[in-house]
């Protein structure tokens, strides 16, 4: 949930039974001002500052990218010439988890919710802002360790 100043309410998908949820992160490896915390965030992934595909359409508000200044929002549609642009968002980050997991699968065969929650947590590195801690409301388990979760 992208809800961090309303409080983080625990809201669907991530309230529902069996779903991972993902918190987002900067590119500095801290939480995102809008990412929302508690206990049921299991990871965090990249969620700032993400190339994504946009829609085409007339009107259709679109984000620009300057590599120095970030992500420019002013709010009106703006021209583009092309069909990508820079997001934000925890739906952000939970695409990179679920890559992971295609790869894991790719690589090792299927497996349960419940496993393949457990190796994306067991295989995350734990940044300095969660103190030496094995859980934190903000990074759940850790930051997402594609390398680490394949060799799990």
């Known amino acids: 949930g ?3 100043e ?3 309410p625990v809201s669907a998908p991530a309230a ?16 995102a001002g809008f ?11 990249p ?10 359409r007339p009107g259709a508000a679109a ?11 002013a709010g009106r549609a703006i021209a583009r010439a092309c069909r990508y642009g820079v997001l934000d968002g925890t739906s952000l980050a939970a695409a990179h988890v679920s890559a992971a997991v295609a790869l894991l699968f ?3 065969g299927k497996d349960s919710p419940a496993r393949v929650r457990e190796r994306l947590m067991t295989s995350a590195w734990r940044p300095r802002a969660m103190r030496g ?5 903000d990074y759940g388990a850790g930051i997402l360790d594609v390398l680490a979760l394949l060799s799990s």
Request: proline letters at 8%; charged letters at 15%.
């Open 16 to 31: 529902l039974p069996g779903v991972i949820a993902v918190a987002a992160t900067g590119v500095d490896d801290s939480i």
């Open 133 to 137: 801690e094995l859980f934190d409301h």
């Open 106 to 108: 790719a690589m090792h």
């Open 63 to 73: 984000h620009r990218y300057d590599p120095e200044l970030g992500p420019a929002r």
């Open 2 to 4: 992208n809800d961090r």
């Open 47 to 56: 969620g700032v500052g993400i190339w994504s595909c946009l829609p085409l």
């Open 35 to 45: 990412s929302s915390a508690g206990p049921h965030v299991a990871l965090a992934a």
């Open 6 to 8: 309303q409080g983080s």
